[in-house]
């Protein structure tokens, strides 16, 4: 539960920057009411369009309307010219660019999660959409319409959630950057690869919370489950406790019996577990893939691995504790 829960965060987290720098962009601009990392709808005008592309260096631009559609998922609307300009464009698996106001186009993996194919009808802001084409994952968003429609169905005519900027040459991003927050002071003005660095655990609200609760719900589960089955192996072994004990084992003897058992168990639960999120991985590209992400992190595998331990050890303590205590001749006369 652990790896999977923490791997599906940071794989989301991982895959938002990858898709940001699919964009093949160098600077991004955005109002300072929107989060850096968040679902925040339009609040830029549109005319800022020509203000940016008349900056020195700059030699593409391209403007985007975010727009929520429920759990994490979100719609951007494009201006398909702008994109392909800043990008390179997409590359279509299946179909092609749009062709009319109403027209869709999704990532190969949106497609998938959904049984969408070229030509298909698919609800998105309460309204069906055709699918004009399907694209290979990893540049800006998995879901995009037509810009213009987008802000007509959003009541955000004329406005932008983000500014996407390329330049002439990525060496002079900084001088640009600072050349434009002195004329916009009030807008969140960042290279994109200092962008992406925010798609972190700790710069997202509230993540490194629910991490925490995941890892105190496994460490009581964990507690839980070993101290029930430490308890009630014990109950079953206390004739051969019995048996030990009167052929003059000590209670140190029996404690570290149990407590032997114990690691063991939690080292086969921990690799079960490190195999368990690869199969989870699969079971999430299998069926969500549009959704979820989930990614194999190593470094938490020290980390579960000793949570485990801990939390089996600490459930063991009473059942080794009992076991110990035990008097040979009652052990002996047990049923």
């Known amino acids: ?67 929520p559609v429920g759990g994490v998922k979100t719609v951007t609307g494009i201006d398909l010219d702008e994109f392909n300009k800043i990008s390179g464009g997409f590359k279509y698996l299946a179909g092609g660019p749009f062709r009319n106001p109403d027209d869709i ?27 004009c084409g399907i694209v290979e994952p990893g540049k ?24 996407w900027l390329k330049l002439d040459d990525p060496s002079n991003t900084q001088s640009v950057i600072a050349s434009l927050k002195s004329q916009l002071p009030g807008y969140s003005i960042i290279s994109v690869e200092e962008l992406t660095s925010l798609y972190s655990v700790n710069n997202v609200p509230g993540l490194k919370a629910f991490i925490g609760v995941v890892i105190t719900l496994s460490i009581v589960v964990g507690f839980l489950v070993v101290f029930l089955s430490m ?12 048996i030990l004990k009167a052929l003059g084992a000590s209670s140190a003897y029996v404690l570290n019996v ?11 639960g921990t690799i079960a577990g ?45 059942p080794a504790w009992k076991a110990a205590r035990q008097d040979a001749i009652e052990a002996l006369s047990y049923e």
Request: proline residues 3%.
């Open 231 to 242: 308890y009630t192996a014990v109950l079953e072994r206390t004739r051969e406790i019995g």
């Open 140 to 163: 800006l968003a998995r879901i995009v319409i037509p810009r213009r429609r987008l802000q007509e169905l959003t009541a955000n005519t004329g406005k932008l959630s983000q500014i």
């Open 274 to 318: 490190i195999v368990l999120s690869y199969g989870s991985r699969w079971l999430i590209m299998a069926v969500v893939p549009g959704s979820l992400t989930q990614k194999i992190i190593p470094a938490w595998w020290l980390v579960a691995g000793g949570i485990a331990v801990t939390g089996a050890l600490v459930g063991a303590i009473y």
């Open 1 to 67: 539960m652990m790896l999977t829960l923490v791997g599906v965060c940071e794989g989301m987290l991982e895959d938002s920057a990858r898709r940001a720098r699919g964009v093949g962009a160098d600077i991004w601009v955005s109002s300072s009411t929107n989060a850096i990392i968040g679902l925040s709808t339009a609040g830029m005008s549109e005319k800022y369009l020509d203000f940016f592309r008349k900056q020195p260096h700059v030699v593409a631009v391209m403007g985007t309307v975010i727009q």
């Open 105 to 131: 186009i999704v990532d190969e993996y949106y497609a998938r999660e959904n049984h969408l194919h070229v030509g298909s009808t698919v609800q998105v802001l309460n309204r069906p959409w055709r699918v």
């Open 258 to 268: 149990i407590f032997r058992e114990t690691i063991m168990l939690a080292f086969a």
